[in-house]
């Protein structure tokens, strides 16, 4: 069993769909990172949390640490938005960028 | 533009050859990452240096080996190159390092074909 799981694989929307991408670890962690990668391969870093909620935009990405759980989600979804997105965990002996364990990712579609 | 820069983007060699890739950090980034990321393997962490020193060490064969030049720009080499060595090789790089971290910024990636 991977030390952390993403679900789904992969999700198709249409345009203006609410997604909810999500992230379960197995390990104590000092922080937890969202990546999303474009078909051309480069990546951003989207979020690093240790606690609570963010929001940037249309993303919002909130994690709880007692239940070892982190969803992304995207309000008024875009064809844009179409990349693969990735939960990556610093273990709690770590600092928050360090040694980061990622999941195998979630490849969202958006159609127009 | 994440002011990272990695080079070679693409690089195509033979098994048993060796290469080095290059990443420059965001101007006054002091730590840099190295990852990989195969077909097979995903995304995996590979070496951190702070400031010129090896910080946190991953899944990095000892065949790879990586140094942080006093310019903060950042080598990876890679020798004896086999089949499953052909990935994305992604640099990052963070403000901070240790206790203090910041957000990671990850460079466009070399892409390595072993032949």
């Known amino acids: 069993k991977n030390e952390v799981e993403q679900s789904p694989q992969n999700l198709t929307a249409q345009e203006g769909e609410f997604i909810t991408i999500n992230c379960s670890y197995s390990?104590?962690?000092?922080?937890l990172h969202w990546l999303q990668q474009h078909p051309g391969g480069g990546i951003v870093s989207l979020f690093m949390?240790?606690?609570g909620k963010k929001k940037h935009g249309r993303l919002i990405a909130t994690i709880n640490i007692q239940e070892k759980h982190s969803s992304l989600h995207i309000t008024a979804s875009h064809p844009r938005d179409s990349a693969v997105y990735i939960c990556?965990?610093?273990?709690?002996?770590?600092?928050?960028?360090?040694?980061?364990?990622f999941g195998t990712g979630t490849r969202l579609t958006i159609i127009p | 533009d994440s002011g990272v820069t990695q080079t070679p983007k693409h690089l195509i060699t033979a098994t048993g050859q060796r290469v080095t890739l290059r990443c420059s950090p965001r101007?006054?980034?002091?730590?840099v990452y190295w990852y990989q990321q195969s077909l097979d393997q995903g995304l995996q962490f590979l070496i951190q240096?702070?400031?010129?020193?090896?910080?946190a060490k991953g899944n990095i064969l000892e065949r790879f080996s990586a140094q942080q030049f006093p310019d903060l720009h950042s080598e990876l080499n890679l020798s004896s190159l086999e089949l499953g060595d052909s990935a994305l090789y992604f640099c990052?790089?963070?403000?901070?390092?240790?206790?203090?971290?910041?957000?990671?910024?990850f460079g466009e990636g070399s892409r390595l074909t072993v032949l």
């Open positions: 240096y702070y400031n010129g020193e090896e910080r």
């Open positions: 390990v104590g962690i000092s922080a």
């Open positions: 101007s006054g980034d002091l730590s």
């Open positions: 990556a965990v610093s273990g709690v002996s770590n600092f928050g960028n360090e040694k980061l364990t």
């Open positions: 949390l240790s606690s």
């Open positions: 990052a790089s963070s403000v901070r390092g240790g206790r203090a971290t910041g957000e990671l910024f």
